[in-house]
């Protein structure tokens, strides 16, 4: 069964950095558009970033533009999110989303990120 698992959260100081990882299984990672979706306390969820199956193609919501990177590794099944320059208002639980049709088809279980002195 599809499988997304994400990892690499943690409390973090503004301005720091974190990577977060979502490791993919029963599908092949390599055909998939992907995703990082995140929700704050008490706020809807909002979209942060996407990359095509190959890589080559990414996209980013305004507010994370020139301080997340989002990568994969299709060999190793993975889809990485750099998170630099972390501010207060990023904090939210991350979670990766699988892309199908005209919508999200499967989640991971999320990884939260705190952002706080």
């Known amino acids: 069964q599809v499988q997304l698992v994400e990892s690499g959260g943690g409390l973090v100081q503004p301005g720091g950095s974190l990577r977060l990882s979502c490791a993919a299984s029963g599908f092949t990672f390599s055909a998939y558009y992907m995703s990082w979706v995140r929700q704050a306390p008490g706020k809807g969820l909002e979209w942060v970033s996407s990359?095509?199956?190959?890589?080559?193609?990414?996209y980013y919501a305004d507010f994370v533009k020139g301080r997340f990177t989002i990568s994969r590794d299709n060999a190793k099944n993975t889809l990485y999110l750099q998170m630099n320059s972390l501010k207060s208002e990023d904090t939210a639980v991350y979670y990766c989303?699988?892309?199908?049709?005209?919508?999200?088809?499967?989640w991971g279980q999320g990884t939260q990120v705190t952002v706080s002195s």
């Open positions: 990359i095509y199956s190959g890589g080559k193609n990414t």
């Open positions: 989303v699988r892309k199908e049709g005209g919508g999200y088809d499967y």
